[in-house]
């Protein structure tokens, strides 16, 4: 039989074995190979074999066809190194970028903040540092801008407990411009935006009778061309009301609101998962109410506002397990709760080493090493967790577990020094660092590993540009920081290099 009668079913048998790079090529042999190169179910069955996806998987909501599907997988995913940058000098923690995707911020354990431009083309330049270690800061540790980039949040460490944040104004031109710092205990609290000037820190105060540590969340305001006093009496002026204080049996200070994030619930229609003002009081176990005078543009923020605390706590033993969520009442500025547990509470089974919350809001990711099966937690000894680090998502509508989860990253830390694993979300994938010195990426909607961006040690952090998923920087233990973008990104880049040149 020739090659020319060939009976279609045969030839699409034979094609469907082939990388996808020779199934083209055979496209343009002749017509009918080329239709039977084309063919949808065909490009199907290798977008599954290639990606390890089940065939009875459904196209992506927006796909056009799953020749298209495999092209975008191919094409937009940021695994082509663009830049390798050397501003630190030692292991950098943490990457963020900018609302508009204009900047970066890079923090390090060598204790600098950097601040990164980043053009249109993915070309970076260097726009602002500073060395806070000027001021006490054993290393930076992670940053935030506010939703119209006017503001950056800097968490800083200063011992094995205590941090500070700092918040600076992002001028046009020139350098930025710190404008307040204050204490923020412990130092994973980390900080987080309510709106454009109002933000959440961290406080550990002793309880006068039981003589355990409360853990404490204080409202604090600041605005652009605010400057105000860098010493800590003066930082009355920045603090506003005290939101909420947690109360534990665990007192060695490990049992506290790390990793913060507010989640707006506002979007969410006929919202039933918390209970109203008056049923909260009524069938919660507040440990006490302490008064305090409300701020009026606090206070107002809440009225507009169905702001919830997402945090990690440890309900049973020392370390992050759970994830607590804690709806924020208007009253409670006049009447702060003292709780012993959250609203609502999800056991994550594993020792947490990741959060974020998506762009849209709607969806929680968590990095979580595993428990084996079985295991009870005590107080004073945590399980053993697994190397293998699932990042599972929570669906912060109903606050229940989807049953997505993305695997292949991997912590090899016992659970006394595990350490956090940053990850971020962007519309159509998923990324986290790793300790295997790989950054990560996943398609968000099949849940298939796209690529393994190599470092040479650890890497700790990624983010995508919010304005350009094509473009990712990772962060690591190497003390680089590594820009990659997709290859599409890549060609365009080329193709205007070769007008410039003409031109």
């Known amino acids: 039989m020739s090659w020319e009668l060939l009976p279609e079913p045969l030839l699409f048998s034979i094609l469907r074995t082939l990388p996808y790079k020779e199934i083209i090529k055979v496209g343009f042999t002749c017509k009918r190979w080329n239709v039977v190169s084309m063919d949808n179910l065909l490009w199907k069955k290798v977008l599954c074999r290639d990606y390890q996806i089940s065939l009875k998987t459904k ?6 066809s799953w020749k298209e599907e495999y092209k975008r997988l191919v094409d937009d995913t940021p695994n082509i190194l663009s830049e390798e940058l050397s501003g630190h000098q030692d292991e950098v923690l943490h990457v963020s ?22 053009d249109q083309t993915g070309i970076t330049s260097l726009r602002y540092y500073d060395d806070m270690k000027k001021y006490g800061w054993h290393f930076t540790w992670a940053s935030k801008y506010n939703s119209n980039d006017s ?29 307040c710092k204050i204490r923020n205990n412990p130092y994973d609290v980390m900080g987080a935006w309510c709106d454009d000037t109002t933000w959440l820190s961290g406080r550990l105060t002793e309880d006068p009778i039981m003589f355990n540590l409360d853990a404490t969340v204080h ?30 049996h665990i007192n060695d200070g490990s049992n506290y609101l790390r990793c913060l994030i507010v989640s707006n619930r506002n979007h969410f229609k006929g919202d039933t998962a918390f209970p109203s003002y008056q049923e909260f009081v009524a069938k919660s176990r507040l440990s006490a109410n302490e008064e305090q005078e409300a701020d009026q ?25 759970q994830l607590g969520f804690k709806r924020l009442y208007p009253n409670d500025l006049s009447s702060i709760p003292v709780i012993s547990e959250p609203d609502r509470l999800i056991e994550m089974h594993g020792h947490i080493v990741g959060i974020t919350q998506d762009r849209e809001g709607r969806y929680l990711y968590v990095n979580v090493r595993a428990w084996p099966d079985g295991a009870i937690p ?8 697994n190397s293998g680090i699932e990042m599972r998502v929570v669906d912060l509508k109903d606050l229940s577990l989807t049953g997505q989860v993305y695997r292949g990253h991997k912590g090899y830390t016992d ?10 979300v962007v519309n159509t994938f998923v990324g986290s660092g790793s300790e295997d010195g ?24 990624v983010a995508f540009s919010p304005a350009d998923s094509h473009v990712m920087v990772s962060v690591s233990d190497d003390n680089k920081v590594k820009v990659w973008m997709s290859r599409s990104r890549a060609r365009s880049r080329q193709s205007e290099a070769k007008v410039l040149t003409v031109l």
């Open 438 to 461: 790989t950054a990560l990426i996943w398609d968000k909607y099949y849940g298939c590993n796209l690529a393994a961006n190599k470092h040479d040690k650890c890497v700790n952090c």
């Open 59 to 64: 196209i992506h909501p927006s796909g056009n």
């Open 415 to 424: 659970s006394l020094g595990a350490f956090y694993i940053y990850l971020d």
């Open 378 to 385: 005590t107080e004073n000894n945590p399980p053993p967790i």
């Open 151 to 179: 503001l950056l949040l800097v968490a800083g460490v200063i011992n094995d407990i205590n941090g500070e944040i700092a918040i600076f104004e992002c001028t046009d031109e020139g350098d930025y411009v710190i404008l």
């Open 297 to 321: 543009s606090c206070k107002t923020l809440l009225e507009e506002n169905q702001f919830c605390l997402i945090f990690l706590c440890s309900g049973n033993t020392s370390i992050p397990h």
């Open 97 to 118: 970028f900018s609302n508009s995707g204009k900047h970066f911020v890079t923090c390090s354990k060598d204790g600098f903040l950097i601040v990164w431009d980043i």
């Open 219 to 248: 409202m604090c305001r600041t605005y652009p061309g605010e400057a105000h006093s860098l010493q800590y009496p003066n930082s009355g002026e920045v603090y506003k009301n005290v939101a909420l204080k947690f109360r534990n």
